[in-house]
């Protein structure tokens, strides 16, 4: 795996996996403005759709989806220099409220109408506003283990977290001298 600079200063990385053509982010990008895939997502998770989110339209849920998917995009996209990350990214588990090292975190639309935005972004936080993106994924369940697609971005989670770990990346100045050296 190597890790993509998003920000081109340091503070919002992207995981490209091996077996990847793209970043973990500019996938997840064009999945969800994609659709043909939009569409067979919603299809094959309609029962999460209409019974939690209350949708009963798949035109209506693709709609949404790209609607917030570009409202995201320009939320990490657009990040200035001065703009705090801390601000978009929160901790993963909605109980935690301490940081710890490597944190899982995620990032999300909040939307006042009818409810948040299914949509997710997941990263690890490496320090105070430093983030490195891991995947995402549309979350139509409470819980990310309800589902298939939600388990695997938190394998994700965990094999990036691992990774960093057993190259002794534990900060933002150890993923530096890391990312200096290959």
Do not use: C
Not at 161 to 181: A, G, H, K
């Amino acid at each position: 795996m190597t890790f993509d600079d998003i920000t081109e200063d340091g503070r919002l990385w992207a995981v490209r996996y091996d077996e990847e053509k793209d970043n973990a982010l500019y996938t997840l990008f064009d999945q969800w403005s994609d659709v043909i895939w939009l569409r067979s997502f919603f299809k094959a998770n309609w029962q999460d759709l209409t019974s939690y989110f209350k949708i009963t339209d798949v035109n209506q849920a693709v709609e949404k989806t790209i609607e917030d998917s570009d409202k995201l995009q320009g939320i990490i996209m657009d990040i200035s220099p001065n703009a705090n990350l801390d601000e978009i990214f929160h901790p993963l588990e909605n109980f935690r409220t301490t940081d710890i090292l490597l944190g899982k975190e995620k990032a999300r639309l909040k939307r006042k109408e009818r409810h948040s935005s299914w949509l997710r972004i997941y990263a690890i936080k490496l320090a105070e506003g430093i983030y490195v993106i891991t995947g995402g994924a549309i979350k139509l369940t409470f819980k990310m283990e309800e589902r298939e697609h939600t388990r695997q971005e938190l394998i994700k989670l965990e094999k990036v977290r691992s990774f960093l770990l057993n190259e002794n990346i534990i900060d933002n100045d150890s993923f530096v001298e890391y990312m200096n050296t290959i």
